[in-house]
């Protein structure tokens, strides 16, 4: 990809973190401790929890 790609975001220092885990194993206290840190330049996106469906055909 190139900079006038319209599909790319960011920048080379963009970073994406995402946190994972079980309810209450501590998620929301992470992303409040990196939201001190790095301030108004961090996106906090809670997204509802996607999980596989078994599909048996």
Do not use: W
Request: proline share 7%; glycine share 8%.
């Amino acid at each position: 990809m190139t900079r006038s790609d319209p599909q790319r975001a960011g920048t080379e220092d963009t970073r994406l973190i995402m946190l994972r885990g079980n309810s209450a194993s501590g998620k929301s206290s992470v992303a409040s401790g990196l939201r001190e840190q790095f301030g108004r330049n961090l996106a906090i996106v809670c997204l509802p929890v996607v999980r596989p469906v078994f599909d048996p055909s």
